[in-house]
Structures are given as C-alpha cells and as structure tokens.
C-alpha cells in the first residue's frame, strides 16, 4: 500500500491509472513475490514524470535526499518502516552510524535532522560519522531550525568502522561515493554498510539501472497485459565523449536519431500528437541539473553550446546517455512539477513535488531554483456513497505514483543483484 | 517506534514515563529480540490504566474491536503494518477471508468496514464468511455511512474454507469464539487461520495470560532496573464460583485478602496515599462490563447484591478472577478516561481513549454509556528549542503507553505458545 496524498493530477482517471487502480491485489502480491527473490534497497527516492499518456521514473537515488520535505503526518510512516528495515537487517542493533554527504546547504542539513530523527524514533542511538579525514575533532552543524548536530570523526579498527566511543552494527551512508568508495570504507565485514558501496556513482550507472528496469517493466507490464512503454523511458545508448573529440558524440547522435525514430512509430501507435524528443543525461549521475540536456533532433548533438555545457568546469571526458524524453503534466501554481517518491526498505513513505517555475514540461526541474512542496495526506471523503468498493471511496491517485516507484526501486534491487563484486560469495 | 499521538496526561512526566523515554533505544531492542523467539498475534488492542504511580494493562484482547476509533490519518501506519503481517505469514496471499462478529451494533459494522479497508488497502481481496451455519444465501450489512458489506456463507470443503467461489490463503477470525471453536474452523491445516482457534475465549483465561504478562514485566522490569509492580497489575487467585455455593466464593475471599494486604504494603513503600482496592473479573473474558466489580474490603464478596449481580442473566456458574484494581487518573472533558491501544503484528497503529462520565476512576469503563475519543496525532511544535535532543523536541507522551501495550501483546505471545495444543508438532 501506499499512503494516499493529494496529487497534482486534475483530468478523469486515465486508462493506465483506472487499470492500476483495478488490480490492486494482483499488484501487492506480484510485488510480495518479487521481494521474496529479490532485496529492496535499504532507502530510495525515485523522480516520475506524468506525462499523460505514459508514467515513467528518470531517476533512481540509492542515496537520496530531501526526507525533510515529508510531512510531519508521515513521519510515523517512515518510522515503522525503518523499524521493519532494521529489524530484518540487524535485530539486535543498538547504535546506528550515519554518514552524511560533504553538503552544507540548509536543505541538506534539515534532511540529515529528519534522518536522524527517523532512526532515533525507530529505536537507534544515531550519531554521525565524517567521510573528511581532516576531520580530527566533532564539530557542530547548525541546523535551520536552530538545533545542532555533531558531526565526528571516524574511527577504523581492523575490521570495523565507528566513532570515539561508538560501536555501531550498522553504518548508512547518505554520500552518492561519487569518487568511489575511500578505504576507511572498503572491508567492512562485521558491519552492514548500507547501501552496499557498489551502489555508489562512483560504481553505478543510469544505463545499467534503466536495463534492470525494462526487465522489471516487462514482467509487471505482462502481468497486467499492457505495453510496457507506458511506464518505460526507453533507453538508447551510452558513450563517453571527450571534449573536442567528436568520436563519441557520432555514437550517441546515432543513438538518438535511432531512439527517436521509434518514439515517433511508438506516438503515431498512440495517437500522441506531442513530438518526441530525447535527453543526454550523465550516465555516472554526476552533473545532475547542468548536465541533462533536451534534443529534438538529434543533429542537435553538435551543437557548440552543448559541449560547452557538457565540458563546463574543466570536466575532460564524461560518460554520457541517450534516454526518451518524458514530459511532465503537472503543475503547481503555474509551475512545471513532478514528483518525487521516497521509500524506505519495500515500503513507500511519503512523497513531494520538485517545482520549477522556470523551467518547461519538457526540461529538468533538478536544477537551480527548483523548490519543492510535501504532499499531503489526501483529505478523506466521507461522503455516504453507495454501492461503493469498500476502502475505495476516493481513488488514490497517488498509488499509480507509489507502484511505479516501487518498480523503480525494485530494478535497483536487480541492478544490485548484478553488479556484486562478491556475488559469487552468496552461492 | 509507536505514533505521536495526543494524550490526556497532564502534569510532569513522571520518573517511569522519563525512564521509558530515556531508554527508548535499549527498550527497542529489547522488542526486537524478543519478537526473533516470540510471533505477535495477529493483531491485538489492550486496555491500559494509568494511574500516576503506576500504569498497567488491564485487559488483552486478541480479537480486537474498535479499530473504526483510529482516525483517517492513522490509517497508513495501520495498513503497513497489516501488509507486514500479510507478507510475514503467506506472501502469495491474493483472497483473505474475514469472518466476523455476531454483531450488528452500528459500532461493530464501523469497525468491521475499517478492517476491510485497512487489508484491501493492503493489496487483498476480502470478503466476508458467516459463522451463523442457517445463513443460506449472502446477506446484506448496511453500514452507518449508508454503504454496504456482503456477508456470505461459508463454505467448507475437506481440508480447506473458503466462499462461492472465494478460496482464500488466510482466514482472519474476529469472533471471540466464547462459545468454543466452531467445527467449520476445524482441522484447517492448508490455511492460516488468525488467530489461532485456542485465542478464542473458550480456551483462552485471564490469569493464563496475566501469569505471561509478569514474566514479560519481570524481564523487562529487570532491563531498565526498576520494580516490576510499577507495570503490572498484581494478579491474585482464580476460582469457579456457583450461584448459592459458598465454596469458591471463599476462595476468592482469601486471595482478595491476601491481595489487599500486599498491596497496602506495596502503597506504604511508595508512599501512595490512595487506599488500594481489588477487581473480580470474568477469567474467561465473558460479561465485560456487568462483571467487574470493585472491592475494598474481602469481605464485601459476601453481598448478596454482587452475587446477584454476577448470576444475573441466569448463569449458573462463573470462572472469576482477583486482580489488583489500577484506578485511572486520565480525564477527558471531566468524564473519566482509560487509554485503549490499537496494534497490528509488532506495530502500533494507534488508539483511542474509551471514557465514561457517570464512572468513578475505580470503576470500570468498558459498560454501557461508554464513550470513544480517537487520539489524534500530536501537533508538532517546531519552535527551535536550542540544545534539545534531536527528535525529542516534544516528548511523545503516548511512546509509554505503546511499550506497556506490547509488553501485554508480547505476553499473549507467550500464553499462546504456552496453550498452544499443537505445540508438540512445531518440534
């Protein structure tokens, strides 16, 4: 299930929602089934985007921000599901390590205060742990709202990880390991580290999940006899490109010339009038706002604008994706939005919405001047209807949202699965 | 972790409440490692009195009512913890078949639609299966919000139960089956049948399931170093006494005397001024209301009027328990107020304050005239409070009465393994 929060979404219910809302049992239990196989990551945030005529996640965070844009209602939500995650992970924990992102913005620290404080309720001592190694002694992070957090250094042992005084049976990172996992991570075998340090962008990529996607979109898509395009941003191919190097680029403007052919047939089967396009995204989720670049065409890929953009701060060489472009519908106050899910373990905890207002239905909100707005609890209609489905007075149109975004977050199980370095170790 | 939720306490948190709260990551764990031994019930509610120097569960329930007193908010926290349950105990479930009470009170069909909201929320299936063996074809519930439940006969075949062309994984029982297990429920070995058939009432006796809750309270007292008696209603002896024969009335005499004498000493220690009294209860859970009667002295069970008083209605014999009366100091508009706790498998999911304006603190609640408050959740106050404990801004007052709760939900735990009549074949 899924908590039910107002959406965005105005307009009668359209045919993918009415068909995900009618198979609401065959749903859970497919997803039930899937967890026994396969293990949800330990928390997750996936972006959606609506575009009427298709539902599709464009990214998948292992490591995710922006848990303070929750509303307090949901807090108790998270709680229980954080209890359900520790319980199963280490039942006799006690203390839980936290290690935050080198990020200072008040945003980010009104998010370490809303994990900490989740992990706490949940039962946990939670202290947090410094990836600098500078760091020599705790220092305080002031928070918006005026309390602090200490911020300590690590302590290493042979095969452990804590803090002065501090010996924790699990350490949850909240750094993306853009750089790769640093040793003071690396063999920890008595301790869960969590996520796996496999699930850094150091290691990940964007053309390995959205593969594990298709695969996860095809079973659901047959379970409930649909297309699975409608929930699918189709995938074209990935590349590095180098700056003044026009070597890569050709690769990916055949990509997207291809891509964006099919999604033309793929319209036309529709009967989608809006035209197609593409997008160019880091493939190793670095750049995220600067870096995602809308293509009509895809001799656009030349374009010298682009590869200012692309190469701006010095980068030499970036790895880079071709994937459909998927337009969002929504609106709050006049402003572009799409939603954000966040997850903890298999359960959904809450949602909100990144708004931009400068930005079109067809750009990325991720960027410079987006703002973000909680969903809410959906008020309850009460309402004598008769004849009614029981539990179903008033749809929840936030449950097409939470499936999705359980899919999205079950491809990253997979994704996991294959990109193991000790796989073999679990035979 | 247990929700944020509005109480009627007032005053200082007093030490047991500042001890619990304090201690809340070693209490947790404690939880968690008890529940890797010992499976909650299915779902549970109990009634708790807090009466300032002490605070204790007075009764458990393993076939809950009320679960309609949970408000609208509370409801996701109740449906995660109901697709827990689902996924720990048969994840292929698609059909869940609920039988319910032999109840039609407007109360009973209220919670009856909230339990098959909170499980088709869930991802099932549900329908309704009659205990009532005459009922020939599906009958219609008419439920106070003017919409409609069926309720179908049940359909027995050799190993398994189900309705017209209704087969489910689980049947979740909601009757308290005081009269016995009826055969239809029987021999069901191919189905989860929650709670098992021995939860019933005609198995099922109080000082069983008191005698677990002070081996919970013991260890638990024990873990946080404090006097056990602070969360336990002294329990003292249980007779079957006949209408007119002296003979276990005299019984019960001697333990109500023997009881009142511990407990005055137990008052002097703590320096309550308050003079203790003692409860006779049903120990077979029947006559709630009419047959908890308060005594001051061991004498009065000599009364002719609470003879009559328990005779009433033409019973000629009654299995009755002595227990420690706990007075609740909780007041809600000046009516007198008892907390009831609402909980699915391990989870919290909310509660509700049952009051009575024409009852003494003494007296028992749970008669007609009674009255509901949900307990909402808790405002939260986000005023920057320099200093204080993440999380803890706001001490949640209702974390208390979500640890005694399951202490009593972890107790049935324990009785249900102890009565359990096929415990032999779990070997």
């Known amino acids: 299930m899924v908590p039910h929060l107002i959406t965005a979404l105005t307009g009668p219910i359209n045919e993918l929602e009415a068909r995900l809302l009618d198979s609401m049992p065959a749903i859970e239990r497919w997803f039930r089934l899937e967890r026994m196989e396969h293990t949800p990551p330990f928390y997750t945030s996936v972006d959606l985007r609506n575009a009427g005529f298709k539902l599709a996640p464009v990214d998948t965070e292992l490591f995710p ?92 042992r042979r095969r452990r990880l804590g803090l002065l005084n501090f010996d924790p049976c699990t350490v949850l990172l909240n750094d993306t390991l853009a750089g790769g996992a640093p040793p003071v991570l690396r063999g920890l075998y008595e301790q869960y580290l969590l996520p796996p340090l496999h699930a850094g962008w150091g290691v990940r990529r964007k053309s390995r999940h959205f593969q594990s996607y298709e695969e996860v979109a095809k079973k659901f898509a047959k379970l409930l006899g649909m297309d699975p395009w409608l929930i699918t941003p189709m995938t074209g191919g990935h590349a590095r490109v180098e700056a003044g190097d026009g070597h890569g680029f050709e690769a990916l403007r055949a990509s997207a010339d291809a891509l964006l052919g099919k999604l033309r047939r793929k319209h036309k089967e529709y009967g989608i009038a809006d035209k ?143 990109t193991d370095p000790d796989a073999e170790s679990y035979e």
């Open 276 to 418: 197609p396009y593409v997008v160019l995204k880091a493939d190793d989720g670095s750049g995220v706002g600067e870096g995602v670049v809308t293509l009509r065409d895809a001799a656009d890929l030349a374009a010298p604008a682009l590869h200012a953009q692309l190469f701006a701060g010095g980068a030499g060489a970036r790895e880079m994706l071709v994937q459909e472009g998927v337009p969002t519908h929504e609106r709050i106050n006049d402003a572009v939005a799409e939603p954000v899910v966040c997850m903890i373990d298999r359960y959904v905890v809450g949602g909100y919405y990144r708004v931009h207002a400068g930005r079109r239905p067809d750009e990325n909100l991720a960027a410079p001047g987006s703002a973000f707005v909680p969903l809410a609890f959906a008020e309850c209609h009460h309402l004598p209807r008769r004849g009614a489905k029981p539990g179903a007075s008033a749809p929840n149109r936030f449950y097409m949202y939470g499936v999705i975004a359980r899919l999205a977050m079950l491809a990253a199980a997979y994704e996991l699965e294959a």
């Open 65 to 156: 921000h922006g848990f303070d844009h929750l509303t307090e209602e949901m807090l108790p939500l998270a709680v229980q599901a954080a209890m359900a995650a520790i319980e199963k992970i280490c039942p006799e924990a006690k203390n839980l390590l936290l290690i935050p992102a080198a990020c200072s913005s008040s945003f980010y620290l009104a998010h370490l205060q809303r994990l900490v404080q989740i992990f706490t309720l949940a039962g946990l001592n939670v202290r947090l742990g410094s990836l600098d190694p500078t760091l020599a002694a705790p220092r305080k992070l002031l928070l918006p709202d005026g309390t602090e957090l200490a911020l300590e250094p690590l302590v290493r």
